[in-house]
């Protein structure tokens, strides 16, 4: 009776409907917190790539106005 019983709950299992995907526009979706941190930090990277990139961009300027 065990062997036939563990069989059929996996099939019934197996046939089950699968819940549908979330809707992206319906609902919000809650970060994972286990990545969380490293969404921040990639933030926090972005932020300051801008930083960086007008500092060389200014620095350019001073070498070519002194070249001249």
Known sequence: MKNLLLPLMLLFTACGKPAPPPQ???????PNPVF?????????AHAIE???MDAAEAQ???MEQAAQ
Do not use: C, F, H, N
């Open 24 to 30: 992206i526009g319906s609902a919000e979706l809650a």
């Open 60 to 62: 350019r300027q001073q």
């Open 36 to 44: 969380e941190t490293q969404i921040q930090a990639m933030k926090k």
């Open 50 to 52: 801008g930083q960086v």
